[in-house]
């Protein structure tokens, strides 16, 4: 007796619980950006990842891996194309 009423109270709770939306708490920005913004270094503990390319056909993007303490001699090569 006791089950019969619980299962359609529950289901009942649910259905008419629905979703709950909430604004955003912060302003969202428009409008474009002029420049480049995108980091070129991107700092660790133990070394560092650094954005090498200027993001063309000829010269793509690429992410090389630093080690802390060293100073590598200049930057690795283009990866190969695909």
Not at 7 to 26: D, F, R, S
């Given at each position: 007796?006791?089950?019969?009423?619980?299962?359609?109270a529950?289901l009942?709770?649910?259905a008419l619980a629905?979703?709950?939306a909430?604004?955003?708490?912060y302003?969202?920005?428009?409008?474009a950006?002029?420049?480049?913004?995108?980091?070129?270094?991107?700092?660790?503990?133990?070394?560092?990842?650094?954005?090498y390319?200027?993001g063309t056909?000829?010269?793509?993007y690429?992410?090389?891996?630093?080690?802390?303490?060293?100073?590598?001699?200049?930057?690795?090569?283009v990866?190969?194309q695909?």
């Amino acid at each position: 007796m006791l089950l019969r009423a619980i299962v359609p109270a529950t289901l009942a709770v649910i259905a008419l619980a629905g979703c709950a939306a909430q604004a955003p708490t912060y302003q969202p920005t428009t409008g474009a950006v002029v420049g480049d913004t995108t980091p070129r270094t991107v700092q660790y503990p133990n070394g560092r990842y650094q954005l090498y390319g200027q993001g063309t056909t000829s010269s793509p993007y690429y992410w090389a891996w630093i080690p802390a303490g060293s100073n590598p001699p200049g930057p690795p090569p283009v990866p190969p194309q695909r």
